[in-house]
């Protein structure tokens, strides 16, 4: 072996140890950012939340808390009159709205659905437009003194809007659950309306997911319904 090769070969544990360290200081800085990221997502979240705006069918604020007991004051007064709750929601709304509409029925013993059927969706889509998706079930399907949950995080989304509106005309009282811009639609369409003050789509999502948990909860703890222990 002469002394070039020699020399290359005596310097490779040292490259390896250089570029290990190389390599660890990378790792380190990786997870110190992701930790970094993490704690900046849970501090929105909790912003987000301390934040939240409730108003009534006037624009009128209403406290968090009240507003939450009003929620279950309407949601069990109506279920004891055997009517149901209707969720409505687009894309993650959606996925919430089934998620509660089961929940509710499910835990709660409260008569629920969700209109998130994939032949429903096409085929109302397909007849009539997707703005109309949410409002003919609703006219089909909504009785005198059922409740409409209405989520989206925009507060912007046609078929939400007009799912609220034939919501109201079918004489049903109707909650939302949206975020964004603080003048969007929907929150003038409730008798009680959330709003979460983010831009971000998944702090919003996990407020109202979290707010519709609030209220099913308290509704049970509180003893309203026939709740299956």
Not at 9 to 20: D, Q, T, V
Not at 120 to 129: E, Q, V
Not at 216 to 229: N, P
Request: negative net charge; contains cysteine.
């Amino acid at each position: 072996m002469n002394q070039t090769a020699a020399a290359h070969l005596s310097e490779i544990p040292i490259r390896i140890a250089i570029c290990g360290k190389i390599l660890s200081t990378r790792v380190t800085i990786l997870l110190m950012t992701y930790a970094q990221t993490a704690q900046k997502c849970l501090a929105d979240f909790k912003a987000a939340l301390d934040a939240v705006i409730v108003t009534d069918a006037d624009g009128v604020p209403l406290d968090f808390i009240a507003a939450v007991a009003d929620a279950c004051k309407v949601i069990a007064s109506h279920h004891k009159a055997n009517n149901k709750v209707m969720f409505i929601g687009n894309g993650g709304s959606a996925a919430i709205a089934s998620h509660m509409a089961i929940d509710f029925w499910k835990n709660g013993r409260i008569k629920a659905t969700a209109f998130n059927d994939s032949s429903l969706l096409t085929c109302i889509a397909n007849d009539y437009g997707y703005e109309y998706v949410f409002e003919k079930p609703i006219e089909m399907f909504a009785d005198n003194g059922d409740v409409l949950i209405a989520i989206s995080s925009s507060g912007s989304s046609k078929n939400i809007l007009n799912g609220a509106d034939m919501a109201v005309k079918k004489t049903c009282d109707v909650i939302t659950l949206s975020g964004f811009k603080p003048d969007n639609p929907l929150r003038k369409k409730g008798v009680i309306n959330f709003y979460v003050p983010s831009n971000i789509y998944g702090v919003v999502e996990v407020v109202h997911q979290y707010i519709c948990h609030l209220i099913l909860d308290t509704i049970m703890d509180g003893g309203a319904c026939d709740v299956q222990s």
